[in-house]
T-cell receptor, first 115, second 111 residues
Framework: AQSVAQPEDQVNVAEGNPLTVKCTYS??????LFWYVQYPNRGLQFLLK????DNLVKGSYGFEAEFNKSQTSFHLKKPSALVSDSALYFC?????????????WGAGTKLIIKP | DADVTQTPRNRITKTGKRIMLECSQT?????MYWYRQDPGLGLRLIYY???????NKGEISDGYSVSRQAQAKFSLSLESAIPNQTALYFC??????????FGPGTRLTVT
C-alpha cells in the first residue's frame, strides 16, 4: 500500500539553528513529492516539489528538501530557523503513474521555533 | 490563497440539518478536491472531480455528496449532519504536476 510517514509529531528548534522535518514514503512507482505548510487558522500553502532532476529542491521562505531514492525520503530543511517558521508541515506524494492525480498525505509535523 | 475561495468560513449547525459548503477557483484548473482535516489525522480525501462530468469518491465519502456546477465551482453537501462530521474542510485544485492549491478552509461544528 502506498503511504507517507512523518515520524515526528513535533519538532522543537531554537531560532537560528538548522531545522529538519522528516518524511519517508512508499509508492509503487516513481514519485512526485511535495511539502506544504499550514499556519494557524489558514489553508495549506505549497512550499516545494520534486519532479525530476537535481535531488536538492529549493522552495519558498528559504526551505529546501532533499530527495533520496535509496532511502525513500524527502526531508525538509532550512539552514537557520525563524520563529515565524512555526507551523504545521505536511509531506505528500503522488505516484507518477496515477492518472487520478491523488496525493497521499502524511499526518503532519508541528514545528515549534523557540526564540 | 485568493485563487481558491470557500464559503462559509465558519458554520455551526445542528444534528440532522443539511448543509452545503461552496468552493470557487480562478486558477483555471480542471481537477478539484474536497478534504477534511482532523487533529492528528492529517488530510483525508472526501471527493474529487476532473471535470463537470467526472466525480469520484475519495477515502471517506459516506455521508457526503458533491456537485460540480462548472469548471470553477465545486460544492460539498452534508445530507444529514452528525457530530462526528465536525472538522475543518478544505477545497483544493490541482496543477499540471499534481501540486494542489488550497482554499482557506471552512470550520464546521455540528452540535
Amino acid at each position: 500500500a502506498q503511504s507517507v510517514a512523518q515520524p515526528e509529531d513535533q519538532v522543537n528548534v531554537a531560532e537560528g539553528n538548522p531545522l529538519t522535518v522528516k518524511c519517508t514514503y512508499s509508492v509503487s512507482g516513481n514519485p512526485y513529492l511535495f511539502w506544504y505548510v499550514q499556519y494557524p487558522n489558514r489553508g495549506l500553502q505549497f512550499l516545494l516539489k520534486y519532479i525530476t532532476g537535481d535531488n536538492l529542491v529549493k522552495g519558498s521562505y528559504g526551505f529546501e528538501a532533499e530527495f533520496n531514492k535509496s532511502q525513500t525520503s524527502f526531508h525538509l530543511k532550512k539552514p537557520s530557523a525563524l520563529v515565524s517558521d512555526s507551523a504545521l508541515y505536511f509531506c505528500a506524494v503522488r505516484d507518477r503513474a496515477d492518472s487520478n492525480y491523488q496525493l497521499i498525505w502524511g499526518a503532519g509535523t508541528k514545528l515549534i521555533i523557540k526564540p | 490563497d485568493a485563487d481558491v475561495t470557500q464559503t462559509p468560513r465558519n458554520r455551526i449547525t445542528k444534528t440532522g440539518k443539511r448543509i452545503m459548503l461552496e468552493c470557487s477557483q480562478t486558477k483555471g484548473h480542471d481537477r478539484m478536491y474536497w478534504y477534511r482535516q482532523d487533529p492528528g489525522l492529517g488530510l483525508r480525501l472526501i471527493y474529487y472531480s476532473f471535470d463537470v462530468k467526472d466525480i469520484n469518491k475519495g477515502e471517506i465519502s459516506d455521508g457526503y455528496s458533491v456537485s460540480r456546477q462548472a469548471q470553477a465551482k465545486f460544492s460539498l453537501s452534508l445530507e444529514s449532519a452528525i457530530p462526528n462530521q465536525t472538522a475543518l474542510y478544505f477545497c483544493a485544485t490541482s496543477g499540471p504536476s499534481g501540486e494542489q492549491y488550497f482554499g482557506p478552509g471552512t470550520r464546521l461544528t455540528v452540535t
